[in-house]
């Protein structure tokens, strides 16, 4: 099989491209790693927050895209993974649990596992045949809410990614600002917004 390279670009939105803070331990990973030889079953996104900062279902997003300039093969999905309550915490999550305070783990569902693993499969065939193509492969906050209405000057998350089922979480974003965030209603700019009441 022709070696599939795909472009690979992690950042998360615009909003935030000028306070990230990538690890250089992560950009090295990112840049040598292959989005093709990830389990989409086994992809785990963790954050670390205040215990008062809620990240909900649809809260991160994953990008999975490839595109060949004679147009005979065009992939954009868009995932939103999903709150799992229910993941064990391996100890570098319960050590930033003890840190932050609390930890967040979410997965694709089912479906969009199955999806990004067809995406991948599809991917493969075509590099098979053809030399051109890139593909990008991101992850992204979209936003996040705050458990009871709060006004605050800091308040920061930890972004770990987990690729491969027989790997650890390793830190994919330091420090993150919420008040940086696409919020998901319009709010004053020293608040964050307030999670809806269940």
Do not use: W
């Not at 995932?79 to 997965?107: A, H, S, W």
């Amino acid at each position: 099989m022709k070696k599939a390279v795909v472009i690979f670009l992690a950042f998360t939105s615009a909003l935030l491209s000028g306070c990230m803070n990538i690890p250089l331990t992560t950009m090295y990973k990112m840049m040598t790693m292959n989005p093709m030889d990830i389990d989409p079953r086994h992809l785990v996104v963790a954050v670390g927050s205040p215990k008062n900062i809620s990240v909900q279902d649809g809260d991160i997003e994953i990008k999975f895209e490839y595109k060949s300039p004679n147009k005979l093969i065009y992939i954009e999905h868009q995932f939103l993974v999903k709150v799992d309550p229910n993941y064990p915490l391996p100890t570098e999550l319960k050590e930033e649990e003890q840190e932050k305070g609390k930890i967040t783990v979410l997965k694709l569902s089912e479906q969009d596992a199955e999806k990004m693993y067809q995406a991948q499969q599809e991917i493969k065939a075509y590099r098979e045949k053809h030399d051109d193509g890139s593909g990008t492969f991101y992850v992204k906050i979209n936003s996040t809410c705050i458990i009871k209405n709060y006004k605050a000057r800091e308040l920061e998350l930890d972004l770990f990614l987990k690729l491969y089922a027989d790997e650890e979480f390793f830190t994919f974003l330091e420090d993150v600002d919420v008040m940086e965030l696409r919020n998901k209603s319009k709010l004053p700019s020293n608040k964050v917004t307030e999670c809806a009441k269940s």
